[in-house]
């Protein structure tokens, strides 16, 4: 209810990115709980899942002329798509990098249909191997380039990446007539996400990401770690493995249970 009452304080513009990012925190933190108990398995660079799936989806959308003319300009200048503008700057790279580099070049030359002033790998690779598809050669090669990130792992710029794909694809289905629109949809995801996230901060804070915890913190004055998160253990959550601290309620305003002071048999 909170998170509910806040959204609608914010300005109407800003709630869409609002909720579009507290989705994005809210499901990795389902794919976290549900890992930590058994239900999903574990990837080592698992970033590189989510990222691939939503530069694909980009691609996709790119190659159909359905993408926004705000994210073409941004996938040019990120990618350097349709430009022969060499974007690689090199001036304060090591030297041991701009040597593989400059190899690379010498013996992997650029394909014929390449842009670029050099080879460039997510695309050139698809034109000797035969693929003439512009769809399939723009998806294949981004996501080929979404490996990227086995090198550089960042979920949030992962998850980042996978939720704006799905809402330029939402837009885009409910403009060709293909879905509904949904009222105050941009509330209704920002509502449940934050609460989801806010209860796992409560119950199991292992589960949520490492820089929300801390803004968490700094948010509540140090108040996330003030719960007796040792009553809940037994339930199977873990509850205290990152904030083991607890308190002594004051008798005069709190029930304590009596089973810390009576013995069972009593009972």
């Known amino acids: 209810m ?3 009452c806040a959204i609608l304080i914010e300005k109407a513009t800003r709630r869409r990115p609002l909720a579009l990012y507290l989705a994005n925190l809210g499901s990795e933190t389902a794919y976290r709980q549900l890992a930590n108990h058994g239900y999903l398995p574990r990837f080592n660079r698992g970033e590189c899942v989510p990222l691939i799936a ?3 989806l980009i691609m996709y959308l790119y190659s159909s002329n359905r993408l926004p003319q705000g994210l073409v300009k941004v996938l040019k200048t990120c990618a350097g798509v349709d430009t022969k503008a060499t974007h690689l700057n090199l001036k304060n790279a090591p030297k041991e990098f701009k040597k593989m580099l ?4 010498e013996k992997f030359g650029k394909s014929d249909e390449c842009v670029h002033d050099h080879s460039c790998t997510t695309n050139c690779t698809m034109n000797r191997i035969g ?6 050669k723009n998806m294949l090669s981004g996501g080929i380039a979404g490996l990227s990130m086995v090198a ?4 949030t710029i992962a998850m980042y990446v996978l939720w704006k794909a799905i809402e330029v694809l939402y837009c885009d289905l409910y403009n060709r007539g293909y ?3 949904i009222p105050y949809g941009d509330i209704i995801l920002y509502t449940i996400s934050t609460g989801y996230v806010l209860w796992m901060a409560a119950l199991e804070p292992q589960a949520v990401r490492s820089g929300y915890r801390e803004f968490l913190m700094g948010l509540t004055g140090g108040r996330l770690a003030l719960f007796n998160r040792h009553l809940i253990d037994s339930f199977g959550y873990k509850s205290s493995l990152i904030y083991p601290q607890s308190f002594q309620p004051d008798p005069l305003h709190s029930t304590i249970n009596p089973m810390f002071y009576r013995p069972l048999r009593e009972m």
């Open 2 to 4: 909170a998170s509910f």
């Open 54 to 56: 939503g530069i694909v």
């Open 102 to 105: 400059q190899q690379l070049r």
């Open 131 to 136: 693929v003439t598809n512009k769809m399939v």
């Open 152 to 155: 550089f792992p960042n979920v």
């Open 179 to 181: 879905i509904p629109y």
